[in-house]
């Protein structure tokens, strides 16, 4: 399949919209950071928004204070979820074992 060839306004309005859900993920994980919201309300929030559920699962992780590339790791391990996985990618057990976790 070719790519498309894009006008130079088609081309402005991509990279404007992807600029846009790159801040809209980045707030989502500053929010974690300071602790204005808790992990599972964030994995909640980012369920039902199409753009926030792109972010993956070990970058949400990695924003949740005391944890690092190494806990994040271990937390993905013990809930049996992929390295690379997404937030709309997880499954109602993954998610479970996560709200046990953080619960």
Known sequence: MAIPKLSAEQLAAARASATEARRVRAELKDQVKSQELTFMEALRKAQ???TL???KVVDLLRAV???GVTRAGEILESAQISANR???GLGRHQIQRLQDFFG
């Open 86 to 88: 997404r937030i709309r």
């Open 53 to 55: 559920s792109r972010i």
């Open 65 to 67: 204070p005391r944890v």
């Open 48 to 50: 039902g928004d199409d």
